[in-house]
């Protein structure tokens, strides 16, 4: 191959690599950040369990369209945090499999990973029926 073709090609790989700029649009950001408040949940345990479920369940759709996913987070740990001791009394030995997976919702939306947070939502389903049995 001739040089200057090969110095040629290094020059334009150069200069369009530098020529992609990001620009941000400030119309499409966000006038207020959202404010959440988590308040303790109450019910009896097999309601907390099913919202628990339920909640998880959509935690994956809320990433993917962008909602308040930290919000539902913090909704599921407040749900679980509020059944675990009824869930302790009745079934001790499914709590780490509770907790894992209550903690894998959490680090899905760290990460923004929708597919982890489906993961940790198909566990606590079978996790909750067999608590409710």
């Known amino acids: 191959m001739r040089p200057y073709l090969v110095i040629a ?3 334009a790989s150069s200069v369009a ?3 992609c700029a990001t620009t941000y649009d400030a119309s499409r950001a966000p006038s207020t950040a959202a404010v959440t408040t988590t308040t303790e949940p109450t019910g009896a345990v097999e309601d907390l369990l099913v919202r ?3 909640t998880a369940l959509g935690l994956s759709t809320v990433m993917i369209e962008g909602g308040d996913s930290q919000a539902v987070a ?3 740990a407040a749900l679980w ?3 675990r001791p009824e869930v302790q009394a009745r079934r001790p030995d499914l709590i780490e499999g509770f907790d894992i997976n209550v903690a894998k919702c959490t680090t ?3 990460f ?5 947070a489906d993961k940790a939502a198909r566990n606590l389903q079978a996790l ?3 608590t409710l049995g």
Not at 112 to 116: C, E, G, I, T, Y
């Open 52 to 54: 628990l479920s339920d």
């Open 108 to 110: 899905a939306v760290q």
């Open 112 to 116: 923004k990973r929708a597919a982890d």
């Open 9 to 11: 090609a290094c020059v």
């Open 81 to 83: 945090a509020a059944a």
């Open 74 to 76: 913090a909704q599921i």
């Open 128 to 130: 909750v029926a067999a």
């Open 17 to 19: 690599g530098v020529s």
